[in-house]
């Protein structure tokens, strides 16, 4: 009679997630304003009867369509990330794009309510993306009718690995 020894794989890893606040970025964010409209990125405490995750958001201060926020992330593996953002509207919110290494991630935002407000996480889209690090950009791209200025607001960044580092053996 012989004996046969079964193992079992411990089952595939949990995906990974990489969440940062987005005011954790500002000290190392880059503003370029085209149009020379001279943007500015900063930490913005709790405001306005919104309480943000750290207590603070990234607000941007876009002047003219074109302005832009570039800011760095770190990814710990290659892989199919899933992109979301916690984002904030208000009554001088533009709407803006997400770009990641120059490439646009999912749709327009609509950044004006006639108060202001944080969003839930919403999904912004999936991307390709190596170890290492990456460009999150923040563009204005417009603004609607209603809208008195081209800021923006970013309370958290999230990347989630969609399968897991197993399924991928």
């Not at 020894?5 to 964010?29: H, I, M, Y």
């Not at 990234?58 to 953002?85: S, Y």
Request: net charge negative.
């Amino acid at each position: 009679m012989g004996v046969v020894l079964l193992t079992r794989d411990s089952g595939p890893a949990e995906p990974r997630v990489v969440t940062v606040e987005a005011e954790s970025l500002v000290d190392g964010a880059t503003v370029e304003s085209p149009k020379k409209s001279k943007a500015t990125v900063e930490v913005q405490p709790n405001c306005c009867a919104v309480t943000w995750s750290g207590d603070n958001q990234l607000f941007f201060q876009g002047l003219a369509i074109g302005d832009r926020v570039m800011m760095t992330v770190q990814i710990p593996a290659d892989g199919t990330w899933r992109f979301a953002a916690v984002r904030t509207t208000a009554p001088d919110y533009a709407n803006t794009v997400f770009t990641i290494d120059g490439t646009q991630v999912g749709g327009t935002f609509l950044g004006f309510t006639p108060e202001v407000r944080r969003t839930e996480l919403l999904d912004v889209g999936t991307v390709r993306l190596t170890r290492g690090a990456h460009q999150v950009t923040l563009l204005v791209v417009g603004k609607t009718q209603g809208t008195i200025g081209y800021f923006a607001g970013v309370d958290l960044l999230r990347f989630s690995e969609v399968g897991s580092p197993a399924a991928a053996r």
